[in-house]
């Protein structure tokens, strides 16, 4: 257990007495909301440059590997989350298929929890290798970063990338059984958009894949971008048209997820859309975040955190883990401020830093 002094350097009040010691009480923050969904970044590293999540010669405050999370700690921090009422953990980054040794940290994290739901966001550079072991480790699905399918405007959306790598990296994972959905973020930047867009549905839908459509946010390099580029929800569903049913037929993903989905007009299929520009979802948010140094990050739009991994080397116990979660999550505020021009800390937040 942390001491008074210990947790004073660690920036946490004093854990009250006799907090968690019948088990991890149910994480909640002010507003009432309660959390089911841990987004854990393995790495701030990743092997392609997007334009909207980092800067062209990369992010300069990489973590050295002793900075960061360790499986093990990894692992216990993913437990005392599940104790609190986390129902799915998704591996995120950077790119965490260049973590080395990955597949072990998913095996580690699944037989710590078997119960919880594990899946990853990946852009599949190196998933055509490791979808076998990823699946027998646990991996039940992964959401892959994908814009395009032209190679030439792949190449130039993610400074250098294959887009023939990604596609074997899908085929791959629908062989092992994952369940695969596509992430879109839909760029108006050339006359060729909207095309892009409707040839990328048709591909999906062609390979029983859901393709969800997340509206760019004004965070890191995607608040460079010019205004102009971005598409909201409704206007992704005028470029798609008669693809998809009437707006009526829209239905929420679940409680653990904030897309929309909307069916196919014509044929089995459908398409989701995060809107959190246009339609603000955060009165309904049930995740939080943990970056790769082990940092509690209650929204993705605050650069406020709690370090999970310092308590952990202070030797904190579980006890004083589910403190400073129940702490960072204490201070989450109820909205995310992008419309409000006066509030820019999230314009210097680094997705690849945090996890997305």
């Not at 909207?52 to 900075?67: F, I, N, Q, T, V």
């Not at 076998?132 to 959401?143: D, K, S, T």
């Not at 400074?159 to 369940?179: F, P, Q, S, T, Y």
């Not at 892009?196 to 509206?215: K, Y």
Request: charged fraction near 25%.
């Amino acid at each position: 257990m942390l001491d008074n002094r210990q947790a004073k350097r660690l920036a946490l009040p004093p854990r009250p007495s006799g907090f968690a010691e019948a088990g991890v009480p149910p994480l909640a923050d002010r507003q009432g909301r309660t959390y089911r969904y841990l987004r854990l970044s393995v790495t701030d590293r990743c092997d392609l440059a997007c334009l909207y999540c980092m800067p062209p010669s990369g992010e300069e405050d990489h973590a050295l590997r002793k900075a960061l999370l360790t499986f093990e700690e990894a692992a216990r921090v993913v437990g005392v989350f599940a104790a609190g009422g986390i129902e799915r953990v998704r591996f995120t980054g950077g790119e965490p298929l260049v973590r080395k040794d990955v597949v072990e940290l998913v095996a580690r994290v699944h037989r710590r929890v078997p119960h919880v739901t594990l899946a990853m966001t990946t852009n599949a550079t190196r998933l055509g290798e490791l979808a076998r072991p990823l699946r027998a480790a646990g991996l039940g699905g992964v959401n892959v970063s994908l814009d395009t399918l032209d190679p030439e405007r792949f190449r130039s959306l993610t400074r250098g990338g294959d887009v023939g790598r990604v596609k074997a990296g899908i085929h791959a994972a629908l062989a092992e059984g994952m369940d695969v959905k596509l992430n879109v973020v839909p760029l108006r930047h050339d006359p060729a958009s909207d095309g892009d867009l409707r040839e990328l549905v048709d591909w999906a839908w062609g390979l029983g894949i859901t393709p969800r459509f997340i509206e760019l946010m004004p965070l890191g390099e995607g608040a460079k971008l010019p205004a102009d580029w971005r598409m909201s929800a409704t206007e992704v569903r005028a470029v798609l048209g008669d693809r998809l049913a009437d707006r009526d037929a829209e239905t929420p993903e679940g409680p653990v997820g904030p897309a929309r989905y909307v069916p196919r007009r014509n044929g089995e299929g459908r398409i989701g859309f995060i809107s959190a520009m246009s339609n603000e979802f955060c009165g309904t948010c049930n995740r939080v975040r943990v970056t790769a140094r082990g940092d509690v990050r209650a929204c993705l739009a605050d650069r406020r955190a709690v370090s999970l991994r310092d308590v952990m080397r202070a030797g904190g116990s579980d006890a004083d883990l589910a403190w400073a979660m129940r702490w960072a999550l204490g201070g989450k505020a109820e909205g995310h401020f992008f419309a409000d021009p006066s509030a820019t800390e999230h314009e210097n937040v680094g997705m690849s830093l945090i996890g997305g």
